[in-house]
């Protein structure tokens, strides 16, 4: 079987890009698959953030991740704080991590930006989120487009310790998924959906109510020439319209293109897809917000089961380079 690893931050609610560019191959990956998901409550750090509020959207974040399908009896489901090789082997790897590499990822440009102060951790995540893939011997990381330079810098890294020190990793490939692998801002469609970036209009959240959703659409921003093609250049909004209506009822953007030639009914067709996608996730996730012990539980276990896994890698890592061992 596989190693399956990705992971999620607690930076605010999970949204239709996570679920179409991310999750909904996490739960598929989770039967074919060894899978860890990891709610990555230590990148969420690298940005302000309301103090105090991190252990709530964390658990928040992990239930909302089972109602979408995860089972935490067939996948390993944690918190990365919750097992500390992360940020041991974080450091290892920031070590083997250059400042120009870390320079050139496109995330960090766009996240600094226009910010007031910008921290050396949101510079250097990406190096800790290397970390977090190489400590469970991953084969395969699914992510949305946005994370592809991560995962290739990630397997430079990785194939650099091994140069140095011998093999010690495994190194892994993105799978970035056909459909929904970039879904947009429905009111800025040259910018992705984003958590922390996207207005209320922009953004799709997995327990928005079903009319709210409808309205999103009907409220997409398209363009003005008036015909449906996909064509991300001059009609961004559009293609982004497609994609999302191709990746919720499983046909292929091209499919899906042909068969409109007005914004109205695509719109309309595209909020009422997306409603059905979220219909049984949001029956699901009021259910586990009732019980938030039973989500708490699911994370311990899984951090335990994390944890041996890590703790090996770790060790190994660690022999390679040389350190002197605790005993
Ligand atoms: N718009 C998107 N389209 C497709 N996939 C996406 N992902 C994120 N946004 C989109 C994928 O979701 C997974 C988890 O992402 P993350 O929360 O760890 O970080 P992110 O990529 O930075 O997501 P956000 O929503 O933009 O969060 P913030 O605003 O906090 O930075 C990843 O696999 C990602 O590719």
Redesign the pocket.
């Not at 709610?39 to 103090?51: I, Y």
């Not at 879904?183 to 958590?195: A, F, H």
């Not at 079903?210 to 997409?220: G, H, I, L, Q």
């Given at each position: 079987m596989p190693r399956v690893f990705?992971?999620?931050?607690p930076?605010?609610e999970l949204?239709?890009?996570?679920l179409?560019?991310?999750?909904r191959n996490w739960v598929e990956d989770q039967h074919r698959a060894d899978s860890f998901y990891c709610v990555?409550d230590l990148?969420?750090l690298t940005?302000p953030g309301e103090p105090g509020a991190l252990g709530r959207q964390t658990l928040d974040l992990a239930a909302a991740l089972l109602a979408c399908g995860l089972d935490p009896e067939v996948c390993t489901l944690f918190v990365q704080s919750h097992v500390p090789e992360h940020t041991s082997l974080g450091w290892i790897m920031q070590c083997t991590t250059s400042f120009g590499e870390l320079r050139r990822m496109t995330?960090f440009k766009d996240?600094s930006q226009g910010q007031e102060s910008v921290s050396a951790g949101l510079f250097s995540y990406p190096a800790l989120q290397a970390a977090d893939i190489l400590l469970y011997d991953t084969d395969q990381v699914?992510?949305?487009?946005?994370?592809r330079q991560h995962i290739e810098l990630t397997r430079d890294v990785a194939e650099r310790f091994n140069a140095r020190y011998g093999d010690t990793f495994v190194v892994p490939a993105a799978t970035i998924p056909r459909a929904?692998?970039?879904?947009?801002?429905l009111q800025q469609p040259e910018r992705?959906?984003?958590?922390?970036?996207?207005g209320d209009a922009g953004i799709v959240r997995l327990d928005d109510d079903p009319a709210v959703v409808v309205k999103k659409f009907k409220r997409a921003v398209t363009d003005s020439l008036g015909e449906v093609r996909l064509d991300v250049d001059h009609q961004p909004g559009v293609t982004n319209l497609l994609s999302i209506l191709a990746a919720s009822t499983g046909r292929s953007p091209e499919e899906v293109a042909g068969a409109y030639d007005q914004y109205g009914p695509l719109k309309a067709d595209t909020g009422e897809a997306v409603v059905e996608l979220l219909r049984p996730i949001q029956e699901r996730l009021g259910e586990l917000r009732s019980d938030p012990g039973a989500v708490a539980e699911a994370l311990r276990r899984g951090a335990d089961k994390a944890g041996g896994v890590a703790a090996e890698v770790l060790e190994r890592a660690e022999r390679s380079i040389g350190l002197l061992p605790r005993r």
């Amino acid at each position: 079987m596989p190693r399956v690893f990705s992971g999620i931050q607690p930076t605010g609610e999970l949204h239709l890009g996570n679920l179409l560019g991310a999750v909904r191959n996490w739960v598929e990956d989770q039967h074919r698959a060894d899978s860890f998901y990891c709610v990555v409550d230590l990148h969420a750090l690298t940005v302000p953030g309301e103090p105090g509020a991190l252990g709530r959207q964390t658990l928040d974040l992990a239930a909302a991740l089972l109602a979408c399908g995860l089972d935490p009896e067939v996948c390993t489901l944690f918190v990365q704080s919750h097992v500390p090789e992360h940020t041991s082997l974080g450091w290892i790897m920031q070590c083997t991590t250059s400042f120009g590499e870390l320079r050139r990822m496109t995330q960090f440009k766009d996240k600094s930006q226009g910010q007031e102060s910008v921290s050396a951790g949101l510079f250097s995540y990406p190096a800790l989120q290397a970390a977090d893939i190489l400590l469970y011997d991953t084969d395969q990381v699914p992510v949305g487009e946005d994370q592809r330079q991560h995962i290739e810098l990630t397997r430079d890294v990785a194939e650099r310790f091994n140069a140095r020190y011998g093999d010690t990793f495994v190194v892994p490939a993105a799978t970035i998924p056909r459909a929904g692998a970039r879904v947009m801002d429905l009111q800025q469609p040259e910018r992705k959906m984003s958590k922390s970036t996207s207005g209320d209009a922009g953004i799709v959240r997995l327990d928005d109510d079903p009319a709210v959703v409808v309205k999103k659409f009907k409220r997409a921003v398209t363009d003005s020439l008036g015909e449906v093609r996909l064509d991300v250049d001059h009609q961004p909004g559009v293609t982004n319209l497609l994609s999302i209506l191709a990746a919720s009822t499983g046909r292929s953007p091209e499919e899906v293109a042909g068969a409109y030639d007005q914004y109205g009914p695509l719109k309309a067709d595209t909020g009422e897809a997306v409603v059905e996608l979220l219909r049984p996730i949001q029956e699901r996730l009021g259910e586990l917000r009732s019980d938030p012990g039973a989500v708490a539980e699911a994370l311990r276990r899984g951090a335990d089961k994390a944890g041996g896994v890590a703790a090996e890698v770790l060790e190994r890592a660690e022999r390679s380079i040389g350190l002197l061992p605790r005993r």
